[in-house]
């Protein structure tokens, strides 16, 4: 019985799988559990969401805490990410654009430093074009580092 179970969860574990690595604009787990559904239509959400975890343990895929809502991210290459403060959406930040961010950190520290994360935030295209850039409340910047010059 429980082998049989392992059997069932590893197939299910593997279409979600295959399903996140089709979709490169970082799901929710409910986006996904959309997707994995037309393969597997009894799955529950959160039988989805407890593969993903799984999923994310082992590695095999990245679990994005930035903001509320918990994304999924299939590639494992290190990268930034950018996140829209009006809708939330996440895209990937290109690999030359955040060149030598780090450089000089190591020297200037007096810690041993193991390691550091990055979170970029901002309006995507979508959100711009739609003018939702006023609904931005200033408090929802505090946490964050404003860049004085931003290039628009
Ligand atoms: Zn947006
Ligand atoms: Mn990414």
């Known amino acids: 019985m429980i082998s049989s179970n392992q059997k069932r969860m590893t197939r299910q574990r593997l279409i979600i799988l295959e399903e996140l690595r089709k979709m490169k604009n970082h799901p929710t787990a409910d ?3 959309s997707a ?3 393969h597997l239509p009894r799955i529950s959400l959160g039988t989805v969401y407890r593969n993903l975890q799984t999923l994310a343990a082992d590695g095999e895929i990245r679990m994005l805490k930035h903001g509320g809502r918990m994304r ?3 590639s494992l290459h290190r990268h930034y ?4 403060l009006a809708c939330g959406r996440i895209d990937d930040v290109p690999g030359s654009a955040v060149k030598g961010l780090n450089e000089g950190i190591l ?7 193991i390691g550091f994360k990055v979170e970029f935030t901002g309006i995507c295209p979508d959100c711009r074009n739609k003018g939702k ?4 409340e200033k408090e929802t910047l505090e946490d964050f580092n404003i860049l004085e010059d931003n290039n628009d």
């Open 81 to 84: 990410h950018v996140r829209c």
């Open 133 to 136: 850039e006023v609904a931005i």
């Open 31 to 33: 986006d996904i559990y």
């Open 72 to 74: 999924f991210d299939s």
């Open 36 to 38: 994995v559904r037309g």
């Open 107 to 113: 020297e200037k520290s007096d810690y041993r430093i």
